[in-house]
């Protein structure tokens, strides 16, 4: 009896097991009410993120020519090309008269240079003292040693000579003197017209941080206000950040952009932004380089690579050197490393709103041989203005 009782105790516990696993096979089977379900369950309203919907992921890139560069020993990279895929595009302001409307901008040395000049120069008869708070005075406005001994020896010259007590004559006379510093007759137009047919190439060089990449993308705006078509190369490969925001700017004004893979070669993109701008008919080809000034020999091959194998499509036309107004000296050191690295045709002065040292203006070109071309106001995207001489010199003196 107990024996019999054991074996129908056993059949209803296996039983019962049996049911127990075939429920919960068949709950997972049929799969977990979904969140959503459980709210209809539950009768109350939570937010679910929306599941992606698969399919094929668009970045808006196509396929460009895979470029072997051989003759250099350089890595083949693949580059690829940005067009730009915004459709409204913004129509840039006209590069004319921008340094009239910036030059508020200027404040900071046109108090310190213009009118701290200007006070000490019309007080009537100027002792030694007042004469060396001049060339202090310009000193530290980073117009440097040379060009402050020129300046002062002049002034001294003429006011003796001319005996001026009145301040407007003074003004004149400190203005003529400044226009003649700053160099009136260099030749500071962009050169971006290639020869025969081909594009004007213009390479942009400078220390990474200084708006090399900002100004590569205004460049682009005051080329296409003058009704050129442009075309822009990130060879900045180092920093994936760089190519995006180059790519941002000239979308803004219907620019396509050639890019690489990050790290990938930059001579290579050079390369093909100047064979495409060939291809194309494109007037003027942008290529923003890297400038990362580790070692200069380092900084030598990059640059020198970039330019060798970029003129195996076309000649570079400008070499402009991108200079932060606000970094004195260490701006001035820049200059000269990048200098002897590349031939620079121009010279960029970014940040010059706001900073006391307007003088680096005539530092710079003195240092280099070369004209500052264009000035950076401010971080609007048409801050970028032509440099003019006399504009110059009356915004400090206004
Ligand atoms: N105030 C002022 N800011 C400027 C000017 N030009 C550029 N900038 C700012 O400087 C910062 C650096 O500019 P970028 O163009 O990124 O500098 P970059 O040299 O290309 O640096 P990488 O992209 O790291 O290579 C940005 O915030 C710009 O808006 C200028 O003329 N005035």
């Known amino acids: 009896m107990t024996t019999e009782l054991l074996i129908i105790l056993l059949i209803a516990v296996v039983v019962v097991a049996g049911a127990g696993i075939g429920l919960l096979v068949s709950r997972k089977n049929r799969g977990l009410p979904s969140p959503r379900d459980l709210d209809q369950i539950t009768e109350r309203t939570i937010d679910h993120p929306e599941e992606p919907e698969p399919g094929p992921v668009d970045d808006g890139l196509l396929e460009d020519d895979f470029v072997e560069l051989d003759e250099t020993g350089a890595p083949a990279t693949e580059t690829t090309v940005d067009e730009p895929t915004a459709p409204a595009?913004?129509?840039?302001?006209?590069?004319?008269?921008?340094?009239?409307r910036l030059r508020a901008r200027l404040a900071r040395s046109q108090s310190s240079l213009g009118k701290g000049l200007l006070?000490?120069?019309?007080?009537?008869?100027?002792?030694?003292d007042d004469w060396e708070e001049i060339e202090d005075t310009l000193l530290a406005a980073d117009v440097g040693v040379g060009?402050?001994?020129?300046?002062?020896?002049?002034?001294?010259?003429?006011?003796?000579?001319?005996?001026?007590?009145?301040?407007?004559?003074?003004?004149?006379?400190l203005r003529e003197e400044l226009i003649g510093l700053v160099g009136p007759s260099l030749d500071r137009t962009l050169h971006s017209t290639?020869?025969?047919?081909?594009?004007?190439?213009?390479?942009?060089?400078?220390?990474?941080?200084?708006?090399?990449?900002?100004?590569?993308?205004r460049l682009a705006r005051v080329l296409v206000a003058e009704e050129k078509t442009v075309l822009l190369g990130a060879a900045d490969t180092f920093r994936a950040a760089a190519a995006d925001q180059l790519e941002t700017w000239g979308e803004r004004v219907g620019v396509p952009t050639v890019r690489g893979p990050e790290g990938g070669d930059p001579a290579s993109v050079g390369f093909d932004a100047v064979k495409?701008?060939?291809?194309?008919?494109?007037?003027?080809?942008?290529?923003?380089?890297?400038?990362?000034?580790?070692?200069?020999?380092?900084?030598?091959?990059?640059?020198?690579?970039?330019?060798?194998?970029?003129?195996?499509?076309?000649p570079v036309t400008e070499v402009l050197l991108v200079i932060d107004a606000t970094t004195g000296q260490n701006g001035l050191t820049q200059a000269r490393v990048f200098s002897e690295v590349v031939d620079v045709t121009?010279?960029?002065?970014?940040?010059?709103?706001?900073?006391?040292?307007?003088?680096?203006?005539?530092a710079v070109q003195r240092e280099l041989g070369v004209p500052v071309k264009f000035v950076g106001l401010g971080e609007g995207a048409d801050d970028l203005a032509p440099f003019d001489a006399e504009e110059f010199v009356d915004a400090l003196l206004a």
Do not use: C, F, W, Y
């Open 119 to 128: 006070s000490l120069l019309g007080g009537g008869k100027l002792s030694d």
């Open 194 to 217: 290639g020869d025969d047919g081909a594009p004007g190439v213009v390479l942009v060089v400078g220390v990474n941080g200084t708006g090399k990449t900002t100004t590569v993308g």
């Open 346 to 362: 121009g010279v960029v002065l970014t940040k010059l709103d706001g900073t006391a040292k307007g003088g680096i203006v005539v």
């Open 147 to 173: 060009p402050t001994t020129e300046l002062v020896e002049n002034l001294r010259a003429r006011l003796s000579t001319e005996g001026v007590s009145d301040t407007d004559r003074a003004r004149t006379i």
């Open 89 to 100: 595009v913004e129509a840039p302001e006209p590069p004319q008269g921008r340094m009239m």
């Open 276 to 314: 495409r701008g060939i291809t194309e008919g494109t007037d003027v080809v942008l290529v923003d380089t890297a400038g990362r000034l580790h070692t200069k020999a380092g900084l030598m091959d990059e640059l020198g690579k970039v330019k060798r194998v970029v003129e195996k499509q076309a």
